[in-house]
């Protein structure tokens, strides 16, 4: 995410009235990943039948499931999207561990329901600005699957927190996509491209937009 001078001071105190407490807590080129999507089978060409999880992929599951459940309605809803989701993931990222694969989807899951936003359009976001590598930095210096930017700590977060932590980078990414989508109206294009530094152009929304349709929403 190329980096963005705050220049609006409202802003600046909203983001800090608003999410400070929570953080007291403990490159990629988009263009590359956009070609990495663009590779990837459409709907019609995958199987569109379930696949019932072996015995190791169902303790993993419902491990997840159990520390997933604050987020959750039920533990039906987390098994089914959990499970959905998983072998998605796999999918777009087989480099990607078993148990880590998990790991991202549930705080993905839990860090966009603490910020109001839709799971999916997040994991549309990280596809295109990581490809879920949460060591990833970017040529402007941007850090972790949802490439923050190290200004962000000192905005909203605390000095030691580490942006290519899973959990601390997800935490920071969903809180500012949601400053975004409430700074403008609800647009979601204009707050993607807010977040990507490239406000009003439509170029990076459309990227993420299509990693929704053809990976997290086929």
């Known amino acids: 995410m190329a980096k963005t ?4 001071k409202t802003f600046s105190q909203v983001l ?3 999410l400070g407490l929570l953080f007291f807590i403990t490159g990629v080129n988009a ?7 663009s590779s990837l089978p459409s709907s019609s060409q995958s199987k569109t039948q379930q696949e019932k999880p072996d015995n190791e992929f169902r303790k993993k599951l419902l ?3 159990a520390k997933a459940k604050n987020s959750f309605e039920d533990k039906f809803d987390a098994e089914v999207w959990l499970f959905e989701q998983a072998k998605r993931l796999a999918k777009v990222s087989p480099h990607i561990p078993e148990d880590e694969r998990f790991t991202i989807l549930r705080l993905v899951h839990k860090e966009a329901k603490r ?3 839709d799971p999916m359009l997040v ?4 596809n295109v600005e990581s490809d879920f590598d949460h060591y990833a ?5 941007a850090r972790g699957l949802m490439q923050v930017m190290p200004f962000w700590i000192d905005e909203i977060g ?5 942006l290519h932590d899973i959990a601390t980078n997800l935490r920071y990414g969903c809180a500012i996509l949601s400053i975004y989508l409430e700074r403008e109206n609800n647009d979601t294009t204009m707050a993607l491209s807010s977040y990507n530094g490239s406000r009003g152009q439509s170029w990076y929304p459309m990227r993420v937009y299509k990693a929704m349709r053809k990976v997290w929403r086929s």
């Open 5 to 8: 001078a705050l220049t609006n």
């Open 137 to 141: 930095i970017s040529s402007a210096g």
């Open 31 to 37: 263009k590359n990943t956009a070609n990495s999507i």
């Open 16 to 18: 800090q009235l608003s």
């Open 123 to 126: 994991l549309a976001l990280i």
């Open 115 to 117: 910020f109001s936003l």
């Open 63 to 65: 491990a997840t499931i």
């Open 158 to 162: 605390h000095p030691d927190d580490n």
